[in-house]
Each structure stands twice: as structure tokens, then as C-alpha cells.
């Protein structure tokens, strides 16, 4: 499913107007990835929990000439299913 398919979902079954449905389903993703650049865990509760998880720099190899490369150290953001959602999604 994407963006415009959760869009008319949600609208169908809300009656609510597609053009309003789209502007809460913006504000909840802006939100949440505000949330997550101030380094904030957003959590939904018996859905899952969105968190920014730090990764260490490590040495890679180029598949290419096979030489050592030193990957940086980086943020990556990450969802953690709750405990219903992974029911659902396991019958």
C-alpha cells in the first residue's frame, strides 16, 4: 500500500474528505520525523515505536577493487512492531 492508497483507505472508511485525510497523514509523518531528529522516541502504543538507533563506523570492502573502506558512524531511524501489531499481521 502507499501513501495515496492509506489515503483513500482512511477516507473511506472516515467519510472524511480525501484532501483532509492527506493533511493529517502528512502532519503525523512530519511529526514524527521531527520527533526523531531531536533524537525523540515516538511511541504508539500496541502499534510500535519509532527510534533513532546509532550505528558505529566499521571497515567495509569494496566489492569492486576489494580495497578497505572505513564506513562513518551514522543515525538510522528504526521501528520496533508493538505487540498487536505483530499479532495482526501473524494469523
Do not use: S, W
Not at 2 to 21: H, I, M, S
Request: aromatic share 4%; hydrophobic share 40%; glycine share 6%.
Amino acid at each position: 500500500m502507499n501513501k495515496k492508497e492509506l489515503v483513500n483507505a482512511v477516507a473511506e472508511k472516515t467519510q472524511l474528505r480525501k484532501k483532509d485525510v492527506k493533511l493529517v497523514i502528512d502532519t503525523l509523518f512530519e511529526t514524527i520525523a521531527a520527533a526523531l531528529e531531536k533524537g525523540e522516541k515516538v511511541q504508539l502504543v500496541d502499534f510500535g515505536t519509532f527510534e533513532v538507533k546509532k550505528m558505529e563506523g566499521r571497515t567495509g570492502v569494496n566489492p569492486r577493487t576489494k580495497a578497505k573502506i572505513k564506513i562513518p558512524a551514522r543515525k538510522v531511524p528504526k521501528f520496533r512492531p508493538g505487540k498487536v501489531l505483530k499479532t495482526r499481521v501473524n494469523k
